[in-house]
């Protein structure tokens, strides 16, 4: 019987860490880009990584974009403000 309340005990603790992970931050209005100048590609065949928006201290910071390898027979997917119940939440970029 103690092995089957334990396992309970953390199957449940398990599903409440996930689900605090998948929480979507939002804003009411998509906040501005900041302007800044795309330095010179380090290397030949550098892909340029557009800034992202990251959740942090209860608000949303610019992340300036940077240079990355290529991956093999994958494009990089853009990340993009969309809209939920209250505003606006960040969809990250990634690799497809």
Not at 23 to 32: G, L, T
Not at 55 to 82: E, F, K, L, M, S
Request: hydrophobic share 40%.
């Amino acid at each position: 019987m103690k092995t089957i309340a334990k396992t309970g005990l953390i199957l449940a603790l398990s599903a409440s860490l996930f689900t605090s992970c998948a929480a979507d931050y939002y804003v009411a209005e998509r906040p501005a880009e900041p302007v800044y100048v795309r330095p010179a590609a380090p290397y030949p065949g550098a892909y340029w990584i557009p800034g992202e928006w990251a959740w942090r201290g209860g608000r949303y910071v610019y992340i300036n974009g940077y240079y990355a390898r290529p991956r093999a027979n994958r494009v990089y997917v853009q990340g993009y403000w969309h809209p939920v119940s209250h505003g606006y939440a960040w969809h990250r970029g990634y690799w497809r």
